[in-house]
């Protein structure tokens, strides 16, 4: 059995201590499975189930009131996501037609 290399120092020379992983050279330790957790990517979906990437362009699925604001993003208006933050809700850092920069949920959006 081999081990993956050593995510601190890139070692090859990985022994295993019961659940732990040990690296000789740099002394780093750790779980295996939280390493697996580690390489899965963080995707979000929009409102069919599609997966967005930044730079996408999306349009709202619905209307969505701006929190601490009586403006209403209308079903239809266009945005282009800038990032994508791993969390809860509010994943998007959208720029929204008309509205300016502000963090939209991915499910409330569908890709244009
Ligand atoms: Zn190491």
Redesign the pocket.
């Given at each position: 059995m081999s081990f993956p290399p050593?995510p601190?120092?890139?070692?090859q020379f990985i022994y295993q201590d019961q659940s732990l992983l040990i690296?000789p050279?740099?002394?780093?330790e750790w779980n295996p499975s939280d390493s697996i957790d580690e390489e899965k990517p963080f995707t979000v979906k929009d409102s069919n189930g599609t997966l967005l990437n930044e730079g996408d362009k999306v349009t709202m699925s619905k209307d969505l009131k701006i929190k601490a604001s009586s403006q209403v993003l209308k079903v239809g208006t266009k945005a282009v996501i800038r990032r994508i933050i791993e969390g809860k809700d509010h994943q998007l850092d959208c720029k929204v037609d008309g509205a300016g920069e502000m963090m939209i949920t991915a499910k409330f959006v569908k890709k244009a």
């Open positions: 050593c601190q120092c890139h070692s690296c050279e740099c002394a780093h």
